[in-house]
């Protein structure tokens, strides 16, 4: 199978999707997960386009290890030779140099005639070879250039020493066939069998990024340059994890394959989410909540079964959480009876008809519940949940200059539990105390404060997901203080986690911690 090399470009086109803002260290902690991705490639930025961008490529290219680091430049020797030095120190180094190609591009933008653009082009290859041997050379917009022009310049570049070549669909105006063709025909009449690489660059304006990328990769092309949940100008560029999941689901068909560490995409995503703003969409591909979740009853039903039936990669394969089933109005018997079991519920088939009549109701009139809710509505229906945890006393001390510290007490099948434990903050203190008197260790997945009403000596709300194993929580507090408030949410949660694994396993706390749940 063919090799397709991933150029990532995330901190340099990404980085141009309006409103998105980088620090240093942002980009900096980006460039090494996407070294932990294995990339091949890592467009780091612009280093001429100011002092900051010089010296974040200059540091990605001093302290990331693995992948090309690349430095974008444009057919000046200015451009050329600041790139050049902020890639001093990288262990592997790629100038990126790039032109235009349209007719409007040449004639309003850079006031040049095709002739001039050739000469200029030959030019200004040659001179970044002097700086490194990887050089690659793009000329933007080329589906709405003259055919005939865009071989010259490329056949231009080769000739001058560009060791790739980078077709950008600037304005993602050419469709899947259009692009594909394109590809092909310098494939064939341009690169002709030389040792040149063809990259794939589209934008998705007219939502067709990734079909383009991926009819590049059938006609020829041996790198495709794309970012994180396809942020960048406008309507944003190829899809990485997309790319990445369809060559692999697809093998069968392209007959290629990437290097990327796929288990990695959704930590990614996430990261590149929290750091740029742009909430990715929830029914976007691969990484999107909605991605691998079900809520219709057949299509819950098959899952249960077999998750080939409705899914056609593992969601673990890129980082996230088994298939999970959305409990709404769609939704069966068979994964309301298995959310029950998950929660640790041993009911009969009379209990779960209640329930599930219940739940139908419920349902119907509110849409969709949480675990937690679905919780409440067994409780009340078929069984109630012991608390085996109980808070009797709570201390606290943090303020500026001071390390955080907790004091709690509990109520436990043991008797009192009394803990202390330090923190990054009062509330980082208190969890930590409780973990250690309750005997597990919880994943914290939610953490949110509200106040019950507008008014200053309002009562605070804390809501928290906790998470143990394949199990999931959630638990709310209210009190005066909030510190409090964030102690009972804790405890309510982990009184539910604690409560359903005992449904598996009764008769003593011991035997809950014993049954994989302790520290």
Do not use: W
């Not at 460039?31 to 961008?53: Q, T």
């Not at 290859?125 to 690659?136: K, L």
């Not at 009911?347 to 329930?355: C, E, F, P």
């Not at 260790?441 to 509200?450: I, S």
């Amino acid at each position: 199978m063919r090799h397709i090399r991933i150029f990532d470009t995330t901190l340099r086109d990404g980085e141009q999707s309006p409103g998105v803002a980088l620090s240093l260290q942002q980009k900096l902690e980006i460039a090494h997960g996407l070294a932990r991705l294995n990339v091949d490639i890592i467009e780091a930025g612009f280093p001429v386009n100011g002092a900051s961008e010089f010296e974040c490529v200059s540091r990605i290219a001093a302290e990331v290890k693995g992948p090309v680091i690349c430095g974008l430049a444009r057919t000046h020797k200015l451009d050329i030779e600041r790139a050049a030095a902020a890639l001093e120190k990288a262990e592997k180094k790629r100038i990126h140099v790039f032109t235009s190609a349209s007719r409007v591009h040449l004639e309003y933008m850079l006031r040049k005639t095709p002739e001039e653009i050739l000469e200029i082009s030959d030019q200004m290859v040659r001179y970044a070879r002097q700086f490194t041997d990887d050089v690659e050379f793009s000329a933007q917009d080329v589906m709405r250039a003259d055919f005939d022009f865009v071989m010259k310049l490329y056949e231009t570049a080769i000739n001058a020493g560009a060791t790739t070549i980078n077709i950008p669909d600037t304005t993602g105006y050419g469709t899947p066939q259009e692009y594909g063709n394109l590809i092909g025909r310098i494939y064939k009449e341009v690169v002709r069998g030389r040792d040149v690489h063809i990259s794939a660059h589209c934008h998705d304006d007219l939502g067709m990024a990734t079909a383009n990328s991926l009819a590049a990769v059938e006609n020829g092309a041996t790198q495709i340059e794309c970012t994180i949940n396809g942020i960048g100008e406008r309507a944003g560029n190829t899809a990485l994890e997309e790319v990445v999941m369809a060559l692999y689901t697809r093998r069968d068909h392209y007959k290629a394959h990437t290097r990327i560490n796929t288990r990695e995409l959704y930590r990614m995503s996430r990261m590149v989410e929290r750091y740029t703003g742009m909430v990715v969409q929830p029914n976007k591909a691969i990484v999107g909540d909605n991605a691998f979740a079900h809520e219709s009853g057949i299509h819950q039903d098959g899952v249960i079964k077999n998750k080939e039936t409705y899914e056609i990669m593992n969601a673990e394969l890129v980082g996230r959480q088994a298939a999970v089933l959305v409990l709404g109005k769609h939704s069966g018997r068979a994964a309301v009876k298995k959310a029950l079991a998950d929660l640790g519920y041993k009911l009969d088939d009379a209990q779960i008809g209640t329930v599930f009549a219940r739940f139908r109701e419920i349902v119907e009139r509110k849409g969709p519940i949480e675990t937690e809710e679905l919780r409440a509505l067994v409780e009340s229906e078929a069984v109630s949940t012991p608390h085996l945890f109980t808070l009797e006393k709570l201390q606290f001390f943090s303020g500026y200059g001071m390390l955080p510290t907790a004091t709690v007490s509990l109520e436990t099948p043991k008797g009192i539990v009394t803990t202390t434990a330090i923190g990054d903050g009062p509330v980082d203190a208190v969890y930590k105390a409780l973990s250690e008197a309750i005997g597990f260790k919880p994943e914290l997945e939610l953490y949110r404060v509200e106040s019950v009403t507008g008014s200053t000596e309002a009562l605070g709300e804390v809501t928290v997901k906790l998470k143990l194993g394949e199990v999931m929580a959630t638990g709310h507090g209210i009190s005066p203080d909030i510190i409090e408030a964030s102690a009972r949410a804790y405890l309510d949660a982990a009184n539910k986690l604690a409560a359903g694994q005992s449904a598996r396993h009764p008769r003593s706390l011991e035997e809950v911690q014993r049954s994989g749940l302790g520290k």
